[in-house]
């Protein structure tokens, strides 16, 4: 069975972190056809692509995105009975479903973006059902596809986690002061983080650090308030440092399906305080993280509270959350899509 993958990479994600780490995991060296492949920026190709674009039904299809879709068509001329998934269809897919079943190819794609997203950006459906599976990260997203999708092509598959990378440390030796991490800045709810952060900075029975690995313009929005070091563009070696060596990674979100900042921590048996909201109940429960409800600093300033005063409960939810890491990791992952590609062969 033969796979090819048509993907980009995301420049914020780490050397072990985002979906297309799926492909070395697969276990063999899979053919890959790149979006940044430098033809892609011919001339004649945007012209040609400009005029797809507005017909297309979705708002970020671009013209790198059509030459890829082609240059898979081309591909499938010179290939039988192979897999072409589509990596993050939400802006990659619109064409090459038309050709799933020539020469027994098929065509998959994988979506990340949560359903509010999904209905702004595609606004024409046909293409969603020629292919032949649709795979989703997050269980929210399933409401999307429902009414355009035939249900036996909808998969749900949660995002993997290098775990051999992201681990915790042996024997680690906790401080007499708190470490709380927040990562990222995708989806995430700046201003409850500010209430949160400002509420932990007022308790006087705390002595807490809180860490900020965003970017600059939430670097700047935490500029002045007591016990927050904020970093911007850090090493990938300092970030795994942060995650095992923090207590606990405080994450409200405005809107998630899987979170890659939440899987690294669980790896690193780092306990969760997040946000009850889209796809963060279908990798956390309640042994190794605690929810607030959206927009709610209080709760959620209460939820850290009542962890970092408990040494006993982290402790045991640290080593839940790397448990919980352990059905996450790329191993098992790719077991199941390897499963579902020889169901659609």
Same mark, same amino acid.
């Given at each position: ?71 898979a ?5 010179k ?9 993050e269809?939400?802006?990659g ?23 509010k ?14 292919l ?36 915790p ?22 201003e ?5 952060? =400002? ?14 690995v ?23 070696? =300092? ?16 809107d ?13 048996g ?28 209080? &709760?959620?300033? &209460? ?15 640290? =080593?839940?959350a ?18 579902i ?5």
């Amino acid at each position: 069975m033969e796979i090819k993958f048509i993907y980009d990479r995301w420049d914020h994600h780490s050397g072990h972190s985002g979906y297309d780490i799926m492909v070395p995991f697969l276990g063999e060296p899979l053919p890959s056809i790149d979006y940044k492949d430098k033809k892609a920026r011919i001339v004649p190709w945007r012209v040609a692509t400009r005029f797809v674009h507005h017909r297309v039904g979705m708002r970020h299809y671009a013209h790198h995105h059509f030459y890829a879709e082609l240059t898979a068509v081309f591909d499938m001329f010179k290939s039988k009975n192979t897999i072409y998934h589509v990596m993050e269809g939400d802006f990659g897919y619109r064409h090459l479903g038309k050709f799933s079943g020539f020469k027994g190819n098929r065509v998959v794609a994988t979506y990340h973006l949560p359903p509010k997203r999904l209905a702004d950006d595609i606004h024409s459906f046909k293409h969603l059902d020629q292919l032949s599976a649709i795979f989703v990260v997050g269980k929210n997203q399933l409401s999307f596809f429902e009414p355009h999708v035939q249900p036996d092509k909808l998969h749900w598959v949660p995002l993997g986690i290098d775990t051999e990378y992201f681990h915790p440390v042996p024997s680690r030796q906790r401080s007499g002061t708190k470490q709380c991490l927040f990562v990222g800045r995708h989806m995430r709810d700046l201003e409850t983080l500010k209430g949160v952060v =400002e509420r932990l900075a007022a308790d006087d029975e705390l002595d807490v650090k809180t860490v900020l690995v965003t970017d600059q313009a939430g670097k700047e929005m935490f500029a002045g308030i007591q016990g927050v070091d904020a970093r911007v563009r850090i090493p990938e070696e =300092e970030l795994l440092d942060l995650y095992q060596q923090s207590d606990l990674l405080l994450l409200p979100l405005f809107d998630a399906t899987a979170v890659i900042a939440l899987l690294e921590s669980l790896a690193c048996g780092l306990p969760i305080v997040s946000t009850n909201i889209g796809a963060v109940p279908d990798y956390v429960d309640d042994t190794c993280a605690k929810l607030a409800p959206p927009q709610d600093p209080e &709760a959620m300033y &209460a939820a850290v509270r009542t962890l970092l005063t408990d040494e006993q409960r982290l402790c045991e939810m640290s =080593e839940n959350a790397r448990q919980k890491a352990l059905k996450y990791d790329w191993s098992e992952i790719v077991r199941i899509m390897r499963d579902i590609y020889s169901q659609i062969l």
